[in-house]
Nanobody, 121 residues
């Protein structure tokens, strides 16, 4: 499984962005896909994940970010980010695993290269 994230950029606080993660193969409800982020000098942080009808969000993004996927083939996962804040600045990664949308990065076997999101104040 290969993943490729895109959609990052430079925005101002309060703006919105939508990240996309293209998955190289069709996945099923037994797979979880997730978004993580890593800010300079910090560890990789869980942002949001989904598996079938289950969605899981970090407290810091609840109510602002939404994870979704295309319904037909499950080959694209999106992260809609609204009301962006400077503290959301990071490299964002998409990841996949067989199982639930856990929050721990070592549990994800498949990773794509990141996309940079920069939010100016």
């Amino acid at each position: 499984v290969q993943l490729q994230a895109s959609g990052g950029g430079l925005v101002q606080a309060g703006d919105s962005l939508r990240l996309s993660c293209l998955v190289s193969r069709r996945t099923y409800s037994s797979w979880a896909t997730a978004w993580f982020r890593q800010a300079p000098g910090k560890g990789r942080e869980f942002v949001a994940g989904m598996n079938g009808g289950r969605r899981n969000y970090a407290d810091s993004v609840k109510g602002r970010f939404t994870i979704s996927r295309d319904s037909a083939w499950n080959t694209t996962v999106y992260l809609q980010m609204n009301d962006l804040k400077p503290e959301d600045t990071a490299v964002y990664y998409c990841a996949a695993r067989v199982g639930g949308p856990v929050t721990t990065s070592p549990d994800y076997a498949y990773w794509g290269p990141g996309t940079q999101v920069t939010v100016s104040s």
